[in-house]
RNA sequence: GGCGUCGUGGCCAAGUGGUAAGGCAAGGGUCUGCAAAACCCUCAUCACGGGUUCGAAUCCCGUCGACGCCUCCA
């Protein structure tokens, strides 16, 4: 069975969905006014690992994530940069879908714009003015009365008269109390504006996604995702919004995902301590960003340092030494040794799905596939052959594609090859000849194209790293 | 100030009542001409102080510290 930790409980629940196999999933996308950062990347990851895993356990997943393609800071970003709004939120659009690309995250079932789904956010907001949790000020803005709603806070688990206190009140405001937040915002000379009942204008913030939740997926759903900073206001205000207006409870489980930090601060666009995806991207494999997230646990804060980036490139090789084949002279396992790898692989498994199960706790699913590549290892020292080795490997590549790893061998042209094969054969002559000088020479030339050899009783082996 | 999360070896990180998973790093060994890779071995008593319990990293209280939210934010 698998357990879900949900921020709306504080606690972990069994994972029951609406409609028997199926998981109406929701997961807040960015705000497209500028290059994503590697905090970005890790949400994704998270929820596509998340995805993935229920798809794993048998789950068809309808998974939504948006773009806010249109807001305060995009409009800001465009007029400092002098060029259009709506093309500005395309370009990041196309430049995040290709980042996810990359990073090897499966595409959304649906990626709804709030630009594209004005009718349905108009009539939301008209719904809740009929129903008096919304009005229309003197200033053309539209407000969501929170008093009106006895709930709101239940998420972040505030209370409307603590919140008081630090709010901010902005002179001008036409609020009938602070904490009410804009559903509709009067049009500024020169912004983007939707005609509406109330006057020129474009949503707030918080209505496309629970306009786009009612439109893609419907009025209720299972999984509602996004990071923990997302909590308060804006997942605060989608609940009171999405329930006021069908009197039906919203989603079912709230994901959040922790902030990764970088110099023990949350990485954000207003610090300015970013690692963009594509400079990450540059320099290093997808898996390595996917591996990072893996080896801690979701919820918690991800520390992303040097030398963590760097534990996850060795570990991520660690992974793909069970993946390599048999030595060429393996003379094969006694059928004890194979059952007891075969063994591994099904204990392996069990692991793997007893962890994730448990809120995904993807540090011990990693253990257990350790567990599994030093079986395998362990296996080819003693000349378990391809064949033998196969079905670890398998659960292997398996598992590790759950977690959405690529687990790719780096590959050169074929020039490069044929030099890197003229070089060795050139160094077995000289090692033949016990000129180990030359022979050290032509590995550092190697070494130095990117190219790790290794001798062994077969014949010398390379490859890339 | 309020709300919340958290503090485990050199680094990252599981474990939430029965005497500390895993990865990286480090040291030793097997293998090797030397390496590399793989394998084997070694390496923590869980921020601090009280308390509950036969027994606590794990529950309770307090202290210190970190981070997040309270304003745009994955």
Redesign the pocket.
Known sequence: MLRIYNTLT?KKEDFITLQPNVVKMYV????VYND?????A???LVFDIIRRYLEYRGYKVQHVMNY?DV???IINRANQLKVDPFSLAQRYIDDYAQNLKELNVLPATVNPRATQTMDEIQSMVKGLIEKGYAYAASNGDVYFRVTKDKEYGKL???KLE??Q????IEIGEAKEHP?D?ALWKAAKPGEPAWDSPWGKGRPG?HIECSAMNLKELGEQIDIH??????????HENEIAQSESFTGKPFARYWI??????LG????????GNIVTIKEFLSKHDADVMRM?VL???Y?????Y?D??L???E??L??LK??L?PAAPSAKGLNADFVSVLDKQSEATQQAFIS?MD??F?T??A??A???L??A???A??NGATDAQLQRAQATLRELTGVFGLRLAEKKGSSEQEAQITALIAE?NEA?KQ?Q??R??QI?DQLKEMGV??????DG?SWRWG
């Open positions: 504080r807040c996308g960015v705000t994503a950062h590697v905090g970005h890790m949400s994704a806010t807001d305060d800071k972040s688990g505030r603590e919140m206190a630090g709010a901010r904490m937040f913030w995702g996004g990071g923990n900073d997302l909590i308060f206001p804006h959040h995902n922790g902030m990764l930090q023990g601060e949350k990485m954000s666009k207003s610090l990072i080896n801690g646990s919820r918690a804060p991800l520390i340092t030398e963590v760097d534990a996850a060795k570990s090789d660690r030494s069970g390599r962890a448990d809120d706790n540090p011990l990693m253990a596939l350790f567990e590549v030093k395998i290892n362990t080819r020292d160094r090692r016990k180990w000088a022979s050290d590995r790790t050899i290794e001798d062994t009783k010398t």
